[in-house]
């Protein structure tokens, strides 16, 4: 918890120290990702009080329960009606944002990088075009085989729940206390599973932009690069986390609900949801600097000369001199 809390307070200061950077970034490339994002979320709660249902939604909601009904899941499940409705919705906000993800969001992603590891002293504007485009693409290469990964986990997880299930069907232990706690068991493993996927591909993004490696070989080194620091993942990633569903519980409340109930915008209405909008692309910058410094942290660990040796190096100047603190 502690070394969670000191990179914490060290991404803060390294976004504050180049703010007018990151601000930039949030503002020209963060900024349509967030978009689409809450305006999925949007088109989500609004199907879900109305008749009215995105095409795209009904889609995915019918094939998924499709692929439960097929697999044995008992629809009075906890577990099977939690799967269905989220699952529906992560689908669709993903496809929803997709495109804006690997343009915009692989942009962000490298620019913030950039600006910490190789222009930690250049605080006004984006690092160079030519320097971002030279990592565009492993960038964009790791992205892609994250987004398969995460596809992938989710279709093993599914498959040992479908076991789980027809190993308790078979043995005889099908009574509502035996469903229960099995879907219990299920969705706290599904939980966890996908914040170690989350970090995984997140650490390993960092690792292409920095190393200049290939999509796989990134992800491996993310897998070793986190071995015994999973617990100040999972706590940064459960931070980063609880910030965003924060922010998009605001835009819902002070966006979303007004609008559907006077059915129009207004001046102050708008003004506030671009607000609520920006907030969330400062988040999403943050969290990428989180993770810059947790790969900061986790080299360090293993090289001590790591700092003086390799050129990429994050430390914050003004933080060790003690110039500042938050």
């Not at 994250?146 to 027809?166: D, E, H, K, Q, V």
Request: charged residues 10%; aromatic residues 12%; hydrophobic residues 50%.
């Amino acid at each position: 918890m502690e070394k969670a809390t000191m990179i914490i307070r060290r991404s803060v200061n390294t976004f504050l120290y180049s703010y007018h950077t990151f601000s930039s970034i949030a503002a020209l490339l963060v900024l349509p990702v967030s978009v689409s994002i809450l305006l999925s979320q949007a088109l989500i709660s609004s199907s879900s009080s109305s008749s009215s249902s995105p095409l795209l939604l009904l889609t995915i909601t019918s094939r998924i329960q499709s692929l439960f009904d097929a697999a044995g899941f008992p629809s009075s499940s906890l577990l099977f009606s939690f799967l269905n409705t989220k699952l529906s919705e992560t689908s669709f906000s993903f496809v929803f944002a997709f495109p804006s993800s690997i343009t915009f969001l692989v942009l962000a992603k490298a620019s913030v990088v950039l600006t910490i590891f190789e222009f930690p002293r250049h605080k006004v504007a984006p690092p160079p075009l030519s320097s971002l485009l030279r990592i565009y693409r492993p960038v964009l290469g790791t992205f892609l085989l994250s987004s398969l990964i995460f596809i992938s986990i989710n279709a093993a997880i599914f498959s040992l729940l479908f076991l789980a299930f027809s190993l308790v069907n078979f043995l005889g232990f099908s009574s509502n206390n035996s469903v229960f706690g099995l879907s219990a068991f299920g969705a706290i493993l599904y939980s966890v599973i996908l914040a170690f996927t989350i970090v995984i591909c997140n650490l390993a993004i960092i690792v292409s932009a920095v190393e200049n490696s290939s999509c796989f070989l990134s992800v491996l080194k993310a897998c070793m690069i986190i071995r015994g620091r999973i617990s100040t993942a999972l706590i940064l990633a459960l931070f980063s986390n609880l910030m965003m569903a924060a922010v998009e519980a605001l835009f819902q409340y002070r966006v979303i609900r007004p609008y559907h109930l006077n059915r129009k915008f207004n001046l102050a209405l708008v003004g506030e949801g671009f607000s609520i909008i920006y907030m969330h692309s400062i988040l999403i910058v943050l969290d990428v600097i989180l993770t810059c410094m947790f790969y900061k942290s986790c080299k360090s660990g293993e090289q001590p000369n790591w700092d003086r040796d390799d050129h990429h190096h994050i430390e914050l100047e003004a933080e060790e001199k003690g110039e500042f603190q938050v």
